[in-house]
C-alpha cells in the first residue's frame, strides 16, 4: 500500500507565492506518471499540471507561466511551485501518482487527501 501526504497548503494574499510537496510512503514504487489536481467547491476536479518518469510536463491553461512542476524521483516527492497566486486559485490540492504494472496498462493508483489552498483578494 502507497500512501501519499501532501503539505505547504494554506491561507496567501493574492500575488503571493506557496510551495506544494506530495511525499510517498509505504511500499516502495517509482510511480510512472505524478500530477496535481485541484478541487474548488462547487466545480469538479481538475487537472492542475503532471509529470511523467521523463520529467515531461503538462500544465493546465489557467496555471501555465505562474505554476511549476517537479518531482525529486529519489526522495519519491513531487512539488508544485506556485506563483502570482488569484483568488480563482483556491482549492482544495490532491496529489495523484499511478504505476503501469502490465503490458494491458493495468495500473495502481494513489490520492492523497488534499491541502487546502486559499488566496484572499
Known amino acids: 500500500q502507497v500512501q501519499l501526504v501532501e503539505s505547504g497548503g494554506g491561507l496567501v494574499q493574492a500575488g503571493g507565492s506557496l510551495r506544494l510537496s506530495c511525499a510517498a510512503s509505504?511500499?516502495?514504487?517509482?510511480?510512472?506518471?505524478m500530477a496535481w489536481y485541484r478541487q474548488a467547491p462547487g466545480k469538479q476536479r481538475e487537472l492542475v499540471a503532471g509529470i511523467n518518469s521523463g520529467g515531461s510536463t503538462n500544465y493546465a491553461d489557467s496555471v501555465k507561466g505562474r505554476f511549476a512542476i517537479s518531482r525529486d524521483t529519489a526522495k519519491n516527492t513531487m512539488y508544485l511551485q506556485m506563483n502570482s497566486l488569484k483568488p480563482e486559485d483556491t482549492a482544495v490540492y490532491y496529489c495523484?501518482?499511478?504505476?503501469?504494472?502490465?503490458?494491458?496498462?493495468?495500473?495502481?493508483?494513489?490520492w492523497g487527501q488534499g491541502t487546502q489552498v486559499t488566496v484572499s483578494s
Open positions: 509505504g511500499r516502495t514504487i517509482s510511480f510512472d506518471d
Open positions: 495523484y501518482a499511478r504505476k503501469v504494472v502490465n503490458v494491458e496498462g493495468a495500473a495502481i493508483r494513489s
